[in-house]
């Protein structure tokens, strides 16, 4: 495998007939799914949602059931003040336009539907959020996955990877920034040169910002093209609400009018999960920093764990979103049976195919914005796990 370059034999051979397999003793994933989070006791590292938060946002959500404000229909793009809170977060001001959807996956797909045609291609990564590039399959003509697991490109897409991907019927750049699931990001220069590319070839950049708030730094495409940028907002990771589906995209007006056009749920987003939203962007400055601060230590205390164990390592870190990816391919164990150990011992994780169909035989996925006590948790039994498989 050569980084940053896939032929198109070897891009059918690994995109088309891939099947995802169910985890070990059941028939379909839901089902999986369903067990891991009915049991209470489950240690929540298989998905990059956060288990941190305070009070805050549930009273906001509480109230509204409460006064039974479920009764009534939402307004269709969701509710003023939220609107103008996310461009204030962002720093963006009203010439930009949020449309609000059920989570950022509405916003992706939506945005996917609207703009892409059956000839155009999309750039985006290996590792990467792969719902992603799955739902562009469904609207473009292809999809180039770009072979980033390496350190010669930092384990991301860079704009050098980019243009070498790039041909005349590119019409789309997916970038995930903060990555999941390594956890990359980039710096105000290199946002700047993916603006320029956009801009240049007149083409669309998906910047997908559903982990910025773990970020030590964060910029904008949007700054710098703003004609060409469509930002994916989530309220899953940083504000703690995965389970309310509530996510957006900002962009120009001439863009959002034109993803309107592909809307189905035009009666509006989940009141509940708009006035937990309102309340987490009120008051986030109360809370963020010691969620971030709690992610630092727990990311410092996996750190420690791995570096005590021969054959294991991170290859990016610190990771700038809640979650890192530990590489285990010099112990020869498969990631999914090491998922399956850990699951035994309450620990929910996840093997690397679920975010690369390249490299997943090489990692497992562990997000760490839970409470320490977790962590350290994991920290005792994840030697031994590669120690008891290691013999195997
Ligand atoms: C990069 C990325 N985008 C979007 C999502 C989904 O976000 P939401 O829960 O807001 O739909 C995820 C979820 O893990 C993700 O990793």
Redesign the pocket.
Known sequence: MVVGKINDDEFKKKYDKIERVPPAGYDNANDFFEDVFMDKDMVWMG??TNHLHGDMIADMMAKSVMDKEFCKYPPPEGFSELKELILDDLGLDDSFRVFL????????YLSMNALLDSSDNVITSDP??L??GSFAERFADKVIYVPIYSGENDYKLTPDLVRENMDENTRMIVL?DP???LGTAYSEEEIKEFARIARDNDIYLIH?I??KDFAREHYLVADYAPENTLT??????IFGM?GE???GVVSTSRIIDQIKNVVINDLGVNIIAQEGAIAGLKTKDSWIDEIRDITVKNQELIKETVDGIDGVFLPVFPSDANMMVIDVSQTGINPKELSEYLLKYKIFTREGDYTSRLFGDRYLRVSFSIPTSEVELFCREFPQAIEALRKK
Do not use: M, V, W
């Open positions: 998905q990059n959807t059920a989570g950022a996956t509405e916003s992706l990467g959020y719902i992603i995930i990555l999941n699931p997908d559903t982990y994916i907002y989530s309220f899953s990771k995965a589906r509530i996510g």
